[in-house]
């Protein structure tokens, strides 16, 4: 297996995610016992508004380093935004603090967030296209699984203080993988689809791509539909009250993620048909889930089996809207660039916007949840029309936003290959 191969390349990913972000979200819950005479600032920036600002910074933050600096340094970044905030719970143990923590877990949270989009990029870019959606489902069911996890590991008092020395260790070890991780443009791809060659990105030249790539068709038009699932399920609210409502979340997550992921790779030899059949199946989990929690807010919650079959829905809804929103990213283009555009706007900042915009509605008020389903309607309508223009080979409609200046040399980029064959973005010094 060749280094610089997308398998080779994968591997390494994925064990970066096994290392970091599954150990780290198992021992987490733990060590986050610790804090809990603070609780009540750390709730406050949790479920406030500056919380979503930082995500939604850090998105954007996250496209730009992805493209310019490469997917190598924001690994090595999230690796030490995660020794940081395990440093923090480490020093917890021996004295006391509330205000210093709360800034180390904003540091986390930016690094988590240039973290997300620079993996899903290269979950999305990496693999040859029957294989996007497993990869990205693998991901997300890693992360998943270790939540689920963490929420068990929490039920032993005993765990705080081993969680917090585990997790400083994880991610130590995960600084030692990121330098494994070869330049994007070093990754010899054996895809089967047309494949642009580019030169080496600039700041200048990436923030105007950016600002072109969100004047787009196909951004507009998705950027709506990952908008209203966060708005419309916020505007309904679903709140987790026991240990067993988690783990019911998470098991229903993964299960979504399982179907949908089989459903996207390997259901048809046609991409478009394989789109709309994952896109039958999200809305009518988004459906059903709707419906689950209207009949449970106008029950008053007093059916407690209706509760729980409403949780295990909702995680599975959510779990395909991230996956099947992914997958019809990933089949846009195979343009790193853009793909980390993509994903760091409709998978972060929007998503974000979403769920901001659902917190800022009144509380108690139906006519939210009214104006959420007639968005969803609408973004529903978008993403269709947009699985519909999907082919089995890129139509470069996003090829064409990149702006004036981009480096794209048609000697050097290739027609079309067979499943077999491979192709390589050459290195433009």
């Keep these: 297996m060749r280094y610089r191969s997308p398998q080779a390349q994968l591997s390494i990913v994925m064990a970066y995610v ?32 500056p919380s979503q600002v930082v995500v939604g910074v850090s998105g954007v933050l996250g496209i730009v380093a992805t493209n310019v600096a490469g997917p190598r340094s924001v690994l090595l970044f999230g690796s030490l935004t995660g ?20 800034a180390f877990l ?12 620079c993996l899903v990029t290269v979950m999305l870019t990496y693999p040859r296209e029957r294989r996007k959606a497993r990869v990205l489902a693998m991901f997300q069911f890693l992360v998943n699984l270790s939540l689920t996890l963490g929420q068990v590991l929490l039920r032993d008092p005993r765990a705080g203080r081993e969680a917090a020395w ?43 791509g950016l600002g072109s790539c969100l004047w787009s068709r196909s951004m507009g038009l998705v950027a709506t539909y990952v908008f209203c699932g966060p ?47 994952g896109f039958a199946v999200t809305s009518f989990m988004l459906t059903l889930c709707v419906v689950a929690m209207a009949v449970l807010d ?35 283009s195979n343009d790193v660039e853009v793909t980390a555009r993509f994903v760091g706007v409709n998978m972060l ?3 974000g916007l979403g769920s901001l915009a659902a917190s800022a509605c009144e509380s108690g008020a139906h006519w939210p949840s009214y104006v959420g389903a007639g968005l969803a309607a609408l973004g529903s309508l978008g993403m269709f029309v947009v699985v519909r223009g999907i082919s089995d080979t890129n139509t470069w409609e996003l090829a064409r936003v990149r702006p004036a200046g981009s ?23």
């Design 349 to 351: 900042v929007v998503p």
């Design 18 to 49: 096994l290392v970091l972000l599954g150990v780290s979200n198992v021992v987490s819950p733990s060590a986050f016992a610790l804090f809990e005479q603070n609780q009540a600032a750390i709730s406050l920036y949790r479920t406030s508004w």
């Design 231 to 277: 708005f419309l399920l916020g505007t309904l609210g679903i709140a987790f009250p026991n240990y067993l409502s988690v783990l019911l979340y998470n098991g229903g997550s993964l299960c979504g993620l399982l179907v949908l992921g089989f459903l996207l790779d390997v259901g048809s030899s046609c991409r478009r048909t394989r789109g709309l059949w």
């Design 407 to 429: 480096v794209v040399d048609s000697e050097q980029t290739t027609t079309f290959h067979d499943e077999s064959s491979i192709a390589k973005i050459p290195i433009s010094l």
């Design 83 to 102: 020794i940081i905030y395990s440093t923090g719970l480490v020093v917890r143990q021996y004295r006391d603090g509330g205000a210093w923590y709360v």
């Design 166 to 208: 585990t997790r400083l260790a994880a991610c130590c070890a995960a600084l030692g993988v990121a330098p494994w991780v070869a330049p994007v443009g070093g990754v010899v791809r054996d895809s089967g689809v047309y494949v642009v060659a580019q030169g080496r990105a600039s700041l200048g030249l990436e923030m105007r």
């Design 298 to 332: 106008s029950e008053e919650r007093k059916s407690r089996g209706l509760f729980y079959l409403a949780v295990v829905v909702n995680g599975m809804a959510v779990s395909c809207l991230f996956l099947f929103s992914g997958w019809v990213i990933g089949s846009l």
């Design 106 to 117: 904003v540091i986390e949270d930016i690094g988590h967030s240039m973290l997300t989009v």
